[in-house]
């Protein structure tokens, strides 16, 4: 059995999709050779029972909505006045316990769009008005799903061939394998989330350690890709400092901050809603509880706490590398 057809209890595909040449190709890379048939996607995605429902499900579907969104106010946009995200994979393999995923969607289930190419369409009329930026693991983690989907190869394939667009993958990921096979370009930036271990043990469920997210980051950089670090969330936990200045001497033990393209500071931050819909659903969960301030829609941590995290960041990095180039979340 393949290691996709062993996350997933079920594989669901739309009916109208069944002869895309992109489901095929996923079906036969998640070794699905009986998925069950479907009218609609949100039939299976948005079932009244997904919540508390441990099961998984890969759903293969067309995207009936927008292919792409303007920024969030609390993304950053890296100085990029056309910020949009594709919400082309819903979902993620990934469990981290502040995910605003768990308080968007009710359950576990990985929804796949295969029509990837009118994603593509809509970026072409877009390309003719002005140069546009995505960030296309907006709602997952493209590289961890790289050998079911092929997404992180197209997208930066349309770097490399449209000068007027860029993409920012996001991720956690620790395969190394993968960049010395993509197309590189200046335009795809591979933006490498670092926790220390002690957030990743507790708040990062299933994601790989620093040590492995470092060799990504390694790896991506020697295949000449630019590289993003994120510091961003930042989660407060007792001994926050000794457990970001430990993460940081790790860090720049390996990696030459000089030679990164940027770097976000953020510390987490969530939207009033979908923070309601995790703290219902996470009773018990230290991150979902926490006493946050809201403000403007979002809650996020009281000023000083805030305040005292990103300062602190910054300081780490201007240590080490003064003439960093950063981005604040505000
Ligand atoms: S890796 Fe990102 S998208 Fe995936 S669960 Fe964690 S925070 Fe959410």
């Known amino acids: 059995m393949s290691m996709w057809r062993a996350l997933f209890d079920n594989v669901y595909v739309e009916k109208r999709t069944l002869e895309d040449a992109e489901t095929k190709r996923i079906l036969e890379r998640a070794g699905c050779t009986d998925p069950i048939v479907i009218e609609h996607y949100k039939d299976?995605?948005?079932?009244?029972?997904?919540?508390?429902?441990?099961?998984?499900?890969?759903?293969?579907?067309?995207?009936?909505?927008?292919?792409?969104?303007?920024?969030?106010?609390?993304?950053?946009?890296?100085?990029?006045?056309?910020?949009y995200y594709s919400p082309g994979v819903m979902n993620c393999i990934y469990d981290c316990e502040y995910c605003f995923l768990k308080g968007m969607y009710p359950g576990r289930d990985i929804c796949i769009f295969t029509d990837i190419g009118e994603t593509f369409k809509v970026l072409d009329e877009l390309e003719?008005?002005?140069?546009?930026?995505?960030?296309?693991?907006?709602?997952?983690?493209?590289?961890?799903?790289?050998?079911?989907?092929?997404?992180?190869?197209?997208?930066?394939?349309?770097?490399?061939?449209?000068?007027?667009?860029s993409v920012e993958l996001r991720t956690k990921c620790s395969r190394t394998d993968i960049y010395s096979k993509l197309p590189v370009s200046d335009r795809a930036v591979f933006a490498f989330t670092l926790s220390p271990d002690e957030i990743i043990r507790r708040f990062e469920k299933g994601t790989p350690d620093l040590e492995g997210r470092i060799r990504a980051v390694e790896e991506a950089m020697k295949a000449g890709f630019p590289v993003?670090?994120?510091?961003?969330?930042?989660?407060?936990?007792?001994?926050?400092?000794e457990h970001y200045r430990g993460m940081m001497e790790t860090l720049t033990s390996r990696i030459d901050l000089h030679m990164v393209r940027d770097i976000s500071i953020g510390t987490f931050r969530i939207s009033d809603q979908y923070l309601k819909n995790m703290r219902k659903k996470m009773p018990d969960s230290e991150i979902a509880q926490y006493p946050y301030i809201s403000d403007r829609g979002y809650y996020q941590y009281p000023e000083v706490v805030r305040l005292a995290m990103e300062d602190y960041m910054k300081e780490l990095i201007s240590d080490k590398c003064s003439g960093a180039r950063t981005f604040d979340w505000r």
């Open 128 to 165: 003719k008005e002005h140069p546009v930026y995505v960030c296309a693991s907006y709602n997952t983690d493209l590289n961890a799903l790289e050998n079911l989907t092929g997404y992180v190869e197209k997208w930066c394939e349309r770097a490399l061939t449209h000068p007027d667009f």
């Open 44 to 83: 299976v995605f948005d079932r009244k029972d997904s919540e508390g429902n441990s099961e998984r499900s890969l759903i293969l579907a067309h995207n009936p909505g927008k292919h792409l969104y303007e920024g969030a106010p609390v993304c950053q946009s890296f100085g990029n006045e056309h910020f």
């Open 228 to 241: 993003r670090i994120c510091f961003d969330p930042m989660i407060y936990v007792r001994n926050w400092r």
